[in-house]
């Protein structure tokens, strides 16, 4: 069968620069990253030295201030290269995602000396960091979450469990979300913990149906003391912190799920060209050419609805309810655009030597994470007709 490999994205990008950056990444993703993703996800591989690669080379900070050691970039040419990253592979696109996550609370509303002192190391440093807002029995409802920080003296001391930590366990920093004061999203602040703390484990990884090579797991807080130093914007500013992170950080799940689209995407249409049945190529045949023509528009149609999110934000705009729309749009796309991909391969599709299986189980937690599709309907529907009447 003839070998047909990735094909190049056409990008508008807005300078020279950011042409030059989006070449370099596609290069480092087919020369690090790609070649290994299949043999390394089977194993359960995680790829700390490809995040300090991207560290060191300037990606793990793209759309934060050169001041701090980011990239100052701005969100529509870091997403896109998120998008590379993640059609290489999606452990490594939705680990920079979550770790640019994770950064954005001190990014954001850290004071000068925070910033100054933690920024640098956090952005291009070859630290990684994760995100810790879930808990066991608080998902979407994140206002009602448990885990607690008391002040004690110049410390706080954190007691609780987080869960669904992406990098939980192998991560240098995690920024945390913890109740300081009463009930509701009004008593939450947040906080940036070192990952040697005392008192922090994190459990065992689950066992996951796709992305064995990123842990995910949960961070136990046993008497976590943190100096009142590393609490990130005033008590009780937590919740507005962490729904403007994961505004951004939707941008990001989005561009990944386009990513990984677009890798099934490439993967299909290599194989209807070189696979013949009834004496011609199956590419041919007009069912499966409607196919990848379905799957191909909703790839554009994804690209475009979180590029435009993503240039509000840049322009200083609100952008929460286009960045749902990006995520539910893009996530729910690379569900069925993989889930086309395993039926164009036919039983192939459904083995482990062709990657299009992988990119299918992977899809799912991107319906999942950061806001469930069903919370992003939640934001959309808020924002058009305002909240829900009580009675």
Avoid at 108 to 132: E, I, N, S, V, W
Avoid at 153 to 170: C, M, P, R, Y
Wanted: glycine residues 12%.
């Amino acid at each position: 069968m003839p070998e047909y490999g990735p094909q190049p994205v056409d990008r508008r990008l807005p300078t020279q620069e950011a042409r030059d950056l989006l070449a370099l990444v596609r290069e480092m993703a087919g020369r690090e990253i790609r070649p290994h993703a299949s043999d390394d996800e089977a194993e359960g591989r995680f790829p700390r030295k490809t995040f300090t690669l991207l560290s060191e080379s300037g990606l793990l900070g793209l759309p934060y201030a050169e001041e701090f050691g980011g990239g100052g970039q701005p969100y529509e040419v870091y997403l896109q290269v998120l998008e590379e990253l993640a059609a290489a592979r999606l452990t490594v696109g939705l680990g920079a995602s979550v770790h640019t996550l994770a950064c954005h609370a001190l990014a954001g509303f850290g004071t000068k000396q925070q910033r100054a002192d933690h920024l640098p190391a956090m952005l291009g440093g070859g630290t990684l960091g994760a995100y810790c807002l879930s808990e066991p029995t608080t998902g979407s409802d994140a206002g009602s979450l448990r885990t607690r920080a008391t002040r004690d003296g110049d410390d706080w001391v954190l007691e609780g469990t987080k869960a669904w930590i992406t990098h939980g366990g192998v991560a240098d920093f995690y920024t945390v979300l913890a109740r300081t004061g009463g009930d509701g999203p009004r008593g939450i602040t947040a906080f940036l913990v070192p990952g040697d703390a005392e008192g922090l484990q994190a459990a065992p990884p689950e066992r996951k149906m796709g992305m064995n090579g990123s842990p995910t797991a949960q961070m136990h807080f046993d008497g976590v003391r943190v100096p009142d130093a590393r609490r990130i914007g005033d008590e009780g500013q937590g919740m507005t912190v962490a729904l403007s992170a994961l505004e951004s950080g939707r941008l990001g799940i989005a561009a990944c799920a386009v990513g990984l689209a677009q890798a099934a995407l490439d993967e299909a249409h290599a194989y209807v060209l070189g696979r013949e049945q009834f004496g011609r190529p199956i590419a041919d045949f007009q069912g499966l050419r409607f196919m990848i023509a379905d799957m191909a528009t909703q790839i554009e149609a994804g690209r475009a609805l979180y590029l435009s999110a993503a240039r509000r934000r840049d322009d200083g705009v609100p952008f929460g309810r286009e960045a749902a729309m990006a995520k539910l749009f893009c996530t729910d796309a690379a569900m069925r655009v993989t889930t086309d991909a395993v039926q164009l391969l036919g039983g192939y599709g459904y083995t482990t030597d062709f990657p299009v299986e992988r990119y299918m189980r992977e899809a799912k937690v991107l319906q999942i994470v950061e806001g469930t599709n069903q919370i992003q309907r939640m934001v959309i529907a808020r924002n058009l007709t305002g909240p829900e009447s009580k009675r």
